[in-house]
């Protein structure tokens, strides 16, 4: 009779285990998009002062790319429009594909060439306020924002990707809220999302001494800059950033690591 009990009991526990586990399956949305159809050459940045920090984003993206492949690094070319403070509501789409933005760069020499590309951008990185995904008041707004910008973006001939900001030093339970707002409202509008906020959970989990952030607690360090941009790399691109010589002046170890948590970040969260 004990045993029957005990038998009974332990194939209740594990319905009660897998039940647990669908359910949490369930409540965990996954991303629908896990690579985009082509590689981006022309990117546009739409945001605010995460994305501006540590002389831009858009420059390590850059950067990384010619430490990559320095070949054909010529023909890639980024603009970041940015706000201060800003959420998505902020901005308009459609003025940012206007004749006169992005119409000329920059050499090695620091003159003013004009750009020549068959269309404005090839993708749209957006990202909303640091709160604003998660806000009671303001995630309404965010997903509203989010199907706005993503229409107008498609609207102009490029694809829409969001970027899935990091949670504050000091309210790490962000990182779940802000990762499950962005991949719902992602789903919805078939967009790829762009995993920095679990990268940095993950890196802080590796390496609770290297400061991902400054004195505010919200915005990030040159690391986690560097970070940001290894996470954009590898999720836009699809590539490997581990042992890309671009290491924004940081130690060689550090780099590595923060290279390898980006890749292994984005290889865990679209897994199928």
Known sequence: MLKKTRATIAALAAVIVLSSLAGAAVAQQKPKIAT???MPKTVLYVGNSF???????????????RGADPQNAASHLATSATI??????????????????ASYTFDANNNVVPTKRDKKFDVVI???????????????????????????????????VLFMSWAYADKP?????????YTKVANANDALVIPVGLA??????????????????????????????STVFSS?????????AYRAGLDEATAIFLQTVAWETAQLYYKE
């Open 36 to 38: 985009l159809a082509e």
């Open 51 to 65: 994305f501006y920090y540590n002389n831009s984003l858009h420059s390590h993206v850059l950067a990384m790319i």
């Open 84 to 101: 201060s403070g800003s959420g998505m509501n902020w901005h308009n789409i459609d003025a940012y594909f206007n004749d006169g933005m």
């Open 126 to 160: 957006t990202m909303d306020c640091s709160q604003c995904p998660i806000h009671p008041q303001m995630g309404s707004i965010f997903a509203e924002q989010v199907a706005k910008q993503a229409a107008s973006i498609r609207k102009n001939g490029a694809t829409p």
């Open 173 to 181: 339970e962000m990182t779940a809220q802000l990762s499950e707002a």
């Open 200 to 229: 940095f959970e993950r890196a802080i989990k590796q390496r609770p001494d290297l400061n991902l952030y400054i004195a505010d607690k919200r915005h990030p360090s040159l690391a986690g800059s560097y970070l940001a941009a």
């Open 236 to 244: 836009l691109y699809n590539r490997s950033p581990v042992g890309n």
